[in-house]
C-alpha cells in the first residue's frame, strides 16, 4: 500500500489531455514556478471550486493557456484521472513492455500511467471476456473514491467523515467534472495536512459496567496501525477496526489501555471498567428437615460465572473436595437435637452466598 504524502506533493501533471482536443486547452506549469493565475471561466456558478483551483494554480499545478480557461464543466476520462494519480501520489512508473488491458496498447501515451494505476482502477470483461480499461470512459465518484481508498490510508468511511467525497455520492456511478475532481483532491490534501500532523485516530467502545471477567473492545483506528490492548498486539482488519476479549482482573474499577501506532506517531485511550462481582449461585439439592441418622448427607450445586474453583463450607469446614464449581457432596455428622448447618460459598473475588439450614435429629429407640 503506498501511504499518502500529500504534503510534501508537487502534482507535476494534472488531468493531462494528450491526444484530444479542446476549445480551450490546458498546459501545466513547470513544478518550479508558481502561477497565481485566476481563470476568466471560473464565476460564481463555481465559487464552490474556486478555493481548490485557486490552491492548484498558486502551487504551480494548473494554469490558463492564452485565453486562461479551467474548463470546470469538462469531464475527466479514466485515462486522464489515471495519469493524475501517478503523478499525485508519486507512485513508480510503470514501463512494462506486457500489454495488460486489451485496449490500451504499448504505443498509447497513457499506457505507462495505467499499467502503474491498474492496482488502483478496476478494469471491465468485455463481452468476450476480455479484460479492459475503456480508457476514454468518464471517471465516476466510485472510481475515484476506491482509489483514493486503495492508495492512501483511507477508508470509505474516512471520506465521507472528512467530507472528502459527499457520503450521497461515494459509490455512484455519475462523472466527475475538472471542478468535481480538483475540489475533491483539495480537500483530499487539505485533510491529510491536518491529519499528518495528528497521532492516528482512535475510537474506541467499552462498556462502563461489566459483571462478567470477559469484556468486548470494539474500536476503530487508521488502516494500517498497530494496535496493543493492555500489552497485547491485536489484529486490525483492512478497514482499521478491531475487536479484543479483555479480561478484568479485580473487583471493582479496571483499567484498560489502548493504544495505537503508525509511522512514529501514538494515540492512547484509557478506558475504566467497573466489575461488579455477584455472588456465586447456591442451591441445596439434598439436605433432610430431620433424620434419625447421625449423619446425613448434602448436596448442593454452585455456579458462578467467573470462577471456576469456588470454595464451599458447611459451618466453616471445606467440604468442597472436587475443586469445582459444580456438583457436589458432602457428609455431614450430626448430634441429638437441633443441629444449625451455615452452608456458603466463596469465589475468588470474597463475593459469598450463604443459606441455613435446621436439622433435627432423633435416636431411632
Known amino acids: 500500500m503506498i501511504r499518502k504524502k500529500m504534503l510534501s506533493i508537487l502534482m507535476s501533471t494534472i488531468l493531462g489531455t494528450v491526444g484530444l482536443v479542446y476549445t480551450c486547452n490546458y498546459v501545466f506549469a513547470d513544478n518550479t514556478a508558481a502561477n497565481n493565475a485566476k481563470f476568466k471561466d471560473i464565476n460564481a456558478d463555481y465559487g464552490w471550486a474556486e478555493t481548490a483551483i485557486d490552491y492548484f494554480a498558486d502551487k504551480g499545478v494548473i494554469s490558463g493557456n492564452g485565453d486562461g480557461c479551467f474548463k470546470p464543466a469538462e469531464n475527466v476520462t479514466r485515462e486522464q484521472f489515471a495519469k493524475l494519480l501517478v503523478s499525485v501520489f508519486k507512485l513508480p512508473l510503470v514501463n512494462s513492455s506486457s500489454q495488460y488491458f486489451e485496449d490500451v496498447r504499448t504505443n498509447r501515451w497513457s499506457y505507462s500511467y495505467i ?3 491498474r492496482q488502483y482502477l478496476d478494469g471491465f470483461n468485455s463481452a468476450e471476456g476480455k479484460l479492459e480499461f475503456n480508457p476514454l470512459m468518464t471517471v ?14 483511507y477508508t470509505e468511511k474516512d471520506l465521507k467523515n ?7 455520492i461515494i459509490t455512484s456511478s455519475a462523472p466527475l467534472t475538472r471542478a468535481d475532481l480538483i475540489n475533491i483532491l483539495y480537500r483530499a490534501v487539505r485533510t491529510y495536512e491536518w491529519d499528518e500532523q495528528q497521532p492516528p485516530k482512535l475510537n474506541v467502545d467499552v462498556p462502563s459496567t461489566s459483571s462478567s471477567l470477559d469484556v468486548v473492545v470494539n474500536g476503530e483506528t487508521v488502516r494500517g496501525s498497530k494496535v496493543n490492548i493492555n500489552g497485547q498486539a491485536v489484529d486490525v482488519n483492512e478497514q482499521g477496526e478491531f475487536t479484543y476479549n479483555c479480561k478484568l482482573d479485580r473487583d471493582g474499577k479496571n483499567t484498560i489501555t489502548i493504544e495505537t501506532q503508525k509511522d512514529g506517531k501514538v494515540n492512547k485511550v484509557e478506558k475504566d471498567v467497573n466489575f461488579i462481582v455477584e455472588a456465586p449461585e447456591l442451591s441445596i439439592i439434598s439436605c433432610p428437615d430431620t433424620t434419625e441418622d447421625d449423619t446425613i448427607i448434602v448436596r448442593a450445586i454452585i455456579k458462578d460465572k467467573n470462577d471456576t474453583n469456588v470454595k464451599a463450607y458447611i459451618n466453616d469446614q471445606d467440604v468442597n473436595d472436587n475443586g469445582k464449581a459444580s456438583e457436589w457432596v458432602a457428609y455431614v455428622r450430626l448430634h441429638e437435637g437441633k443441629n444449625l448447618l451455615v452452608i456458603r460459598a466463596v469465589n475468588k473475588f470474597g463475593k459469598a452466598t450463604e443459606i441455613q439450614k435446621t436439622i433435627v435429629y432423633s435416636k431411632n429407640k
Not at 140 to 153: E, F, H
Not at 162 to 168: G, L, Q, T
Request: aromatic residues 4%; hydrophobic residues 40%.
Open 162 to 168: 472528512k467530507n472528502i467525497i459527499d457520503r450521497a
Open 115 to 117: 499499467e502503474t494505476a
Open 140 to 153: 465516476n465518484y466510485k472510481d475515484v473514491s476506491l482509489a483514493l481508498q486503495r492508495v492512501t490510508d
